[in-house]
């Protein structure tokens, strides 16, 4: 009879556990608080996570200009539809850093963008990404 109840006291404290562990991830979610992209840590981050080459090619402020000139081309598009990282976005970035003599490699500008959208997710800007329905 001990160890029935032993038993049961421990499936109730992981019963527990587990309920605590849902709340708290409801409470999280729906807490409302505002999610804030800030562009030095979104650089840093995104550096970071570059393959090397690209790292040792485009420095910390290089990688800072592009998540810029893509900010401010989302704000500067009006689709309704999301256009930051997109083929456009990459292509107004090309033309910028051509314009400033920079002239980036458009291989290496994806990257950069492709690890934004990594920066938005941890965030919590923008949710789990969406596999293309094959059908």
Known sequence: MGA????????ALLLAI????????????????????????????????????????????DVRRILEWDLYHARVIETGESVLGSGDSIEYILERSRESGLDYDPLEVGEVIA??????????AIGDRVEEDST
């Open 18 to 61: 587990a309920a605590a562990m849902v709340w708290q991830e409801i409470r999280t979610r729906s807490s409302g608080d505002p999610v804030t992209y800030v562009v030095d840590e979104a650089a840093r981050f995104v550096h970071d996570r570059l393959r090397e080459p690209t790292r040792r090619r485009l420095d910390l402020a």
């Open 4 to 11: 029935v109840a032993v038993g049961a006291l421990l499936i």
């Open 115 to 124: 690890a934004e959208s990594d920066y938005l997710f941890a965030i919590g």
